[in-house]
């Protein structure tokens, strides 16, 4: 019996280190995700800006203001 309450909390601090160190540890994958992420919300609105344009809601200064933002900091993305 005791060897099984041993293994037991043994569980818990191992469960207990790898969450905190999941917390700490950034995972390669998840930063790539949430690159990719944000890079589909700057296309997005990069194309909302084209539709507004072609629908003269915006003048082309707005656009290109708009546009340049975006390849900006999609540029500072991919680096």
């Given at each position: 019996?005791?060897?099984?309450?041993?293994?037991?909390?043994?569980?818990i601090?191992?469960?207990?280190?790898?969450?905190?160190?999941?917390?700490?540890?950034?995972?390669?994958?998840?930063?790539?995700?949430?690159?990719?992420q944000?890079?589909?919300?700057?296309?997005?609105?990069?194309?909302?800006?084209?539709?507004?344009?072609?629908?003269?809601?915006?003048?082309?200064?707005?656009?290109?203001?708009?546009?340049?933002?975006?390849k900006?900091?999609?540029?500072?993305?991919?680096?």
């Open positions: 019996m005791r060897q099984f309450a041993l293994n037991g909390n043994a569980q601090v191992k469960k207990l280190l790898l969450d905190n160190y999941k917390k700490f540890v950034k995972n390669p994958f998840d930063e790539k995700k949430l690159i990719a944000e890079m589909d919300k700057l296309n997005a609105r990069l194309s909302v800006a084209r539709n507004k344009l072609l629908s003269e809601i915006i003048d082309d200064e707005e656009y290109l203001e708009i546009k340049n933002e975006c900006k900091r999609i540029e500072s993305l991919e680096e």
